[in-house]
């Protein structure tokens, strides 16, 4: 079945640099996508999210980039700190209203 | 975003008995869902918990194994029967509006089963 997946399993970055975290996704019927920030023994925390009618969206410290074209999504993280260590997880929601997730990206942040 | 609370947080359990996880919300919500989350991997639906009505199970889950109850619509539970170290994970509540926007979880359950 179509699903969403993720370029690198592990990120690692120095402090302050930026991030960029990847996921290709192959359900072209997909008008939503959001994603996740999880932190070890807690439940995966809302970051931002974007509807296939943009392209671009911007949060604090966060933009959220999606090329339709080639079916990606990316996550950038500007000025990248110790508490931006975590497993990153993009989802999609396909068809019938039902958020299919990729496999997670770690990323590690050194100080 | 509403504020969702799971118990209990975490639990060691003997194979061959169940575990009922509650999922309380601080507000009314539309949808409710069930995950798993095993060690080290992505998160699974298991079932859309519908309220006043049978959970909508995804393929490779079942009502026997887990059932779910919906009783209003700021309430869920699931409950891992016969349990089997294969089933030791995290499990997930979510909530979240009629399109499944804005999706937000709880903290999880962590199982072990022994």
């Known amino acids: 079945g179509e699903s969403v997946g993720l370029h690198l399993p592990t990120l690692s970055v120095q402090e302050g640099d930026n991030s960029i975290i990847n996921c290709a996704y192959s359900?072209?019927?997909?008008?939503?996508f959001i994603w996740y920030k999880q932190e070890s023994g807690k439940g995966p925390q809302f970051i931002i999210d974007?509807?296939?009618?943009?392209d671009k969206r911007q949060g604090q410290r966060v933009t959220v980039l999606l090329n339709k074209t080639v079916k990606h999504l990316s996550l950038q993280i500007a000025a990248t700190q110790p508490g931006d260590s975590a497993v990153y997880f993009c989802?999609?929601?396909?068809?019938?209203?039902?958020?299919?997730f990729g496999g997670g990206t770690r990323l590690m942040v050194k100080p | 975003s509403a504020v969702i609370s799971q118990k209990p947080s975490r639990d060691i359990c003997q194979r061959g008995t169940s575990l009922t996880i509650q999922c309380q919300v601080d507000?009314?919500?539309?949808?409710m869902f069930w995950y798993r989350q095993q060690p080290g991997q992505s998160l699974t639906l298991i079932a859309t918990?519908?309220?006043?009505?049978?959970?909508?199970?995804e393929s490779g889950f079942v009502i026997d194994k887990f059932p779910i109850s919906r009783p209003n619509l700021t309430f869920s539970t699931l409950t891992v029967s016969n349990m089997s170290p294969e089933d030791s994970s995290i499990y997930l509540c979510?909530?979240?509006?009629?399109?499944?926007?804005?999706?937000?979880f709880g903290q999880g359950t962590r199982l072990t089963v022994v």
């Open positions: 979510s909530v979240a509006n009629r399109l499944n926007t804005e999706a937000f």
């Open positions: 359900n072209s019927a997909s008008d939503y």
């Open positions: 918990a519908n309220q006043g009505s049978e959970a909508t199970y």
């Open positions: 974007i509807r296939s009618n943009m």
């Open positions: 989802a999609e929601n396909g068809a019938g209203n039902m958020l299919t």
């Open positions: 507000s009314q919500v539309t949808m």
